[in-house]
């Protein structure tokens, strides 16, 4: 039984069953449903219609300045006091009682693994800011936004990554109140 070629093409059919059968059960039916749109829930009206705005200072946790993050506690407030004020959008007031909303930005630096602590699970959280967008009138949270700042080993490269996520909180910022506008001229 050497080498017989009715043995060959009958290993040969076998394997060409064994990959269609692979390659059929690794293939969706055509008859799948499609997968449901997603529909986008309503952002409260007060971002669209705020006009003015306060910029509060939450703060940044200790050990962040001047080492990773070079300037002092108060540079992300000023950064972003800076980018609101040249996107135009919004009056920004001096007293909080004059505003439609409020932006309250902190610099927060999660424990590390040194602590003992996790946070859903993360053995070595990053420092984040955190936007929080309130209502003037009735103190309630609207929104709240957050993003990372990367890890890096550099001085100049930790000073990128926080321009980095500072700019992207802005942007989600802007893309929040943007989609505002489309959902209000959709109704």
């Not at 300045?65 to 992300?76: A, E, I, L, T, V």
């Not at 936007?131 to 993003?147: M, N, P």
């Amino acid at each position: 039984m050497r080498n017989s070629p009715s043995l060959k093409v009958f290993l040969l059919v076998c394997f060409a069953l064994f990959l269609a059968t692979q390659v059929g059960a690794q293939t969706p039916p055509a008859s799948a449903p499609p997968p449901p749109s997603v529909s986008l829930a309503p952002v409260p009206p007060a971002l669209l219609n705020a006009k003015t705005v306060f910029i509060s200072n939450a703060g940044a946790d200790s050990g962040l300045f001047p080492h990773p993050f070079s300037g002092d506690p108060d540079r992300p407030y000023n950064e972003f006091y800076s980018a609101i004020q040249n996107w135009k959008r919004y009056q920004i007031v001096g007293d909080p009682s004059d505003a439609d909303i409020v932006f309250e930005l902190q610099l927060i630096a999660p424990p590390g693994p040194s602590s003992g602590n996790k946070i859903n699970g993360a053995s070595d959280p990053v420092p984040m800011f955190r936007l929080v967008i309130y209502d003037r009138k009735t103190h309630y949270v609207l929104w709240a936004l957050t993003e990372s700042i990367m890890v890096a080993y550099m001085q100049k490269t930790h000073d990128n990554n926080f321009d980095m996520a500072l700019n992207s909180i802005t942007m989600d910022l802007k893309r929040l109140t943007s989609a505002a506008n489309t959902t209000a001229q959709n109704r």
